[in-house]
């Protein structure tokens, strides 16, 4: 089963203000459309499809070129805009297709999910809200008569249909249309009405964009921003008397070789912070080509890498260390490294994991060649 999200983004709409199209407006710190997008990136959604006004030049070169996203041509109004996205998608064979505006940033996954899952059992169904205001008809800002509310509902998107009807449908509607329900009901489709979300509004006005800010951010504090990461790290012995790991000096027939103290296990540690946060590993850092890095203490880069956490907004909650090795023996300091690596990562001793296994003589731990660590930090956003 095929799911496409069709985004419909070729208005000119500017009665939101700005001078802008309010697809295109910024909404904190992101343009509308990528809260729309950001909704529909999820693993019920196989294709995404945005449509777009050709006169957009700068968005068409931005989205032809974004791997996940398929581009089609704005028509001369919403119904044609829709026919042309959903042509260029028929080459996807494609089973169900949910069409949104591109003005509605604040739909739920929840609600995508409900739509779905009534395509299973119907050919067409939309999200709207039972209408429950008392109705007035006016002229020249006098209510002139009432209109009665029953049965009458507020209409929204995302609308889902089975794609090859909805298709047809389009392929043979003459003139306009309000939305695509309009459209798949002139061709003889009756649709089934999901609820809808009362948080799922479309920026249509200026006060639109606070309100719609308003329910992102309780959205925001709803969701929490996790990072993971995981490093790894070798390095072989050589000469020498000790060994330094997670920041713990163990005396040894043999020492580790590397450009800096060797620490194979806060090294890991290092590169799984670095690797969370995306950005890069000790390397790109603290470049081994560069004189003044050589038998640097490793606490030096593992405490650029959590300054760096802190200073994207990330807060470490926790590591878990693992010394892959024959000897020396780790258990009997496996402490005291918790409570070194606890005092430079600044948080409690209960989130820093420290432990050891052997690769049972195989490979090169095996052969006591060198010792391995493998390294997993847990982020979350400030």
């Known amino acids: 089963m095929t799911t496409a999200a069709l985004i419909v983004a070729a208005g000119r709409g500017i009665r939101a203000g700005g001078g802008l199209p309010k697809q295109w407006r910024l909404l904190g710190d992101r343009r509308v459309i990528d809260w729309t997008l950001e909704a529909f990136r999820n693993p019920c959604i196989d294709h995404i499809c945005i449509v777009l006004n050709p ?213 890991a540690v290092t590169d799984a912070i670095y690797g969370a946060l995306a950005q890069g590993d000790i390397g790109q850092h603290f470049p081994p080509s560069d004189p003044q890095w050589k038998g640097a203490a490793s606490d030096i880069f593992l405490r650029h890498a959590v300054r760096l956490a802190n200073e994207m907004g990330y807060t470490l909650s926790n590591i878990d260390c693992t010394l892959v090795c024959e000897y020396p023996k780790i258990g009997p300091r496996a402490e005291a490294m918790r409570q070194t690596m606890s005092d430079i990562l600044g948080i409690e001793p209960s989130r820093v994991s420290v432990k050891a296994t052997t690769s049972e003589r195989l490979g090169f731990t095996g052969r006591k060649e060198g010792i391995a660590a493998i390294a997993t930090a847990a982020l979350v956003k400030a």
């Open 55 to 267: 006169d957009d030049t700068d968005i068409w070169q931005e989205f032809s070129a974004a791997p996940d996203i398929i581009t089609a041509q704005g028509g001369s109004d919403r119904a044609s805009s829709v026919r042309n996205g959903l042509k260029a998608l028929q080459k996807y064979s494609i089973d169900k297709v949910l069409i949104h505006d591109a003005a509605r940033p604040c739909i739920s996954r929840s609600l995508i999910e409900n739509i779905l899952l009534s395509l299973d059992t119907t050919s067409a169904a939309a999200p709207a809200l039972a209408v429950t205001d008392a109705l007035w008809q006016g002229d020249n800002e006098q209510v002139i008569g009432t209109q009665d509310r029953s049965g009458l509902f507020a209409a929204q998107t995302p609308q889902g249909f089975d794609f090859e009807t909805i298709l047809a449908a389009h392929t043979s509607h003459t003139g306009t249309a309000a939305d695509d329900v309009e459209v798949a009901r002139a061709a003889g489709h009756p649709v089934h009405i999901v609820s809808g979300d009362a948080n799922n509004i479309k920026i249509t006005r200026p006060q639109d964009f606070a309100r719609a800010a308003e329910i992102l951010q309780i959205k925001e504090r709803d969701t929490m921003d996790i990072r993971l990461g995981n490093g790894y790290d070798v390095h072989r012995f050589g000469d020498g008397d000790h060994v330094i790991l997670c920041g713990v000096k163990i005396p040894h027939d043999r020492g580790l070789q590397g450009h800096s103290d060797a620490d194979v296990g806060m090294h």
